[in-house]
């Protein structure tokens, strides 16, 4: 009994650091924009998350003001193509599930978030319900013009786009190349951490290069030679920031793995951070 409850211990202790860390402190708290803000009396609930097999296995429950929506997209040269049914389905769909308790339970926002995420297709008519698209692996992402015009229709009617897990010089060509065929006209460039999306409920101060649970636990952050992180942006005519680039960093694999007693907690707390700024500017914008 003594060593049963030791482990379950173990596995919590993360879960309750990360609760404490992304509950804002009095000097954290803003609303910029519109942006969602702490409430004093939001409690942090220290647990386990609890969707953690399947969307499907969560009830839909009424629909928030923010559902959690990640893009299916073909990726016929990806590692991941034949066996898993491409590299959309990489940390899916344990991330997407601990994500929305972050959001729900720890961060203390009064963001009305549903409870299930949706995986949808950029073709889909129902693209345009969801204001904020996740996209994990878009290195080996391949969009057709059908889809690059859907998606251009989406950001000119106010999507916000978050691209994820895409490291070296080759992912980034590739990358650029997509968004070239959805914004012809922009470039990404890096995003100073002073932009209002590193503190738009939370104040973030660096940029941390968050790696995969097999790299964090050999001491390793980088691979496919992406050394350095960053944090790139595209902004439209009008200066709103319409889509974010966790270059060279794999943030969905820290959502998917916080509650792993392996895996360093100082990585799944940078990645929530991101991932909580980044939906309420994008909710907020």
């Not at 173990?10 to 924009?33: E, F, H, N, S, W």
């Not at 969602?36 to 609930?45: K, Q």
């Not at 389905?89 to 549903?114: K, Q, S």
């Not at 106010?158 to 959805?182: H, I, P, R, T, Y």
């Amino acid at each position: 009994m003594k060593r049963t409850l030791k482990l379950a211990w173990r596995g919590a202790l993360p879960l309750t650091l990360v609760a404490l860390v992304l509950m804002p402190a009095a000097g954290q708290r803003r609303r910029r924009g519109g942006g969602a803000t702490a409430t004093p009396e939001s409690s942090v609930a220290a647990e386990r998350p609890r969707n953690t097999e399947s969307p499907t296995d969560a009830p839909a429950g009424p629909a928030g003001e923010f559902t959690f929506a990640r893009a299916i997209y073909t990726s016929p040269f990806s590692p991941y193509w034949t066996r898993y049914g491409g590299s959309w389905t990489v940390d899916y769909p344990e991330a997407d599930n601990h994500f929305i308790t972050g959001m729900r339970e720890w961060a203390g926002t009064n963001l009305n978030i549903t409870q299930r995420p949706e995986a949808i297709e950029l073709l889909d008519e129902r693209l345009f319900n969801y204001p904020f698209i996740y996209f994990v692996e878009p290195g080996f992402m391949e969009l057709s013009p059908e889809e690059a015009a859907r998606l251009r229709e989406y950001i000119m009617r106010g999507g916000f786009l978050f691209l994820d897990d895409f490291w070296g010089e080759s992912e980034w060509q590739n990358v650029q190349a997509q968004m070239k065929k959805v914004l012809p006209d922009y470039e990404p460039k890096e995003l100073p951490l002073t932009h209002p999306i590193f503190h738009s409920y939370l104040d973030i101060e660096e940029v941390v290069q968050v790696p995969n649970i097999y790299n964090a636990q050999r001491g390793i952050t980088s691979e496919k030679g992406g050394i350095t992180p960053y944090y790139m942006g595209i902004e439209d005519k009008q200066g709103r920031l319409v889509a974010i680039f966790a270059r060279n960093s794999d943030l969905g694999d820290a959502w998917e793995h916080i509650n792993n007693p392996l895996y360093p907690v100082k990585y799944g707390l940078a990645a929530y951070k991101v991932g909580i700024n980044v939906v309420i500017y994008a909710m907020s914008h």
